[in-house]
């Protein structure tokens, strides 16, 4: 049987040799890591040079609604081969809309999420509510 709706698969795999590995034997027609899990930036970069090898297009698995999400769109950015956007979840989240933890949200314009442009991942966090979250959860200190 032949699917006519494209496969994407990835968001469980750690790092560029198992989306190698899922490439050969699952045959995904896109791959969707998640910049947590496979570590960083760097090996998310890794992952997209052996998407390209072997022609595969990419998205991203989004599972944190910061810096996860920052990261992706810094990486995001920088790719002219990335068909798919990436996920924005708008259903209320309390670090993002109860309680945020970033002195500045992330902008949203005209349904798309702007890359931040400050140093780092672009993001300056709110310390304050970051010590009362931690305080609530029975943290003492950042």
């Not at 050969?24 to 998640?34: A, D, H, K, S, Y």
Request: proline letters at 8%.
């Amino acid at each position: 049987m032949r699917w006519t709706i494209p496969i994407a698969s990835g968001e469980n795999a750690y790092n560029r040799w198992m989306f190698r590995d899922l490439i050969l034997n699952g045959r995904p027609n896109i791959l969707q890591p998640g910049v947590v899990k496979i570590g960083g930036i760097s090996e998310l970069i890794k992952v997209g040079h052996v998407a390209n090898t072997f022609g595969v297009p990419m998205t991203v698995h989004n599972t944190q609604p910061i810096i996860s999400t920052a990261a992706h769109l810094h990486w995001i950015a920088t790719r002219s081969d990335v068909p798919y956007a990436q996920e924005y979840n708008i259903e209320p989240v309390s670090i993002r809309d109860d309680r945020p933890i970033l002195k500045t949200p992330l902008e949203v314009v005209d349904g798309h999420i702007t890359v931040p442009t400050g140093p780092g991942l672009g993001l300056e966090f709110d310390e304050a509510e970051i010590r009362r979250w931690s305080e609530q959860s029975g943290g003492t200190s950042l």
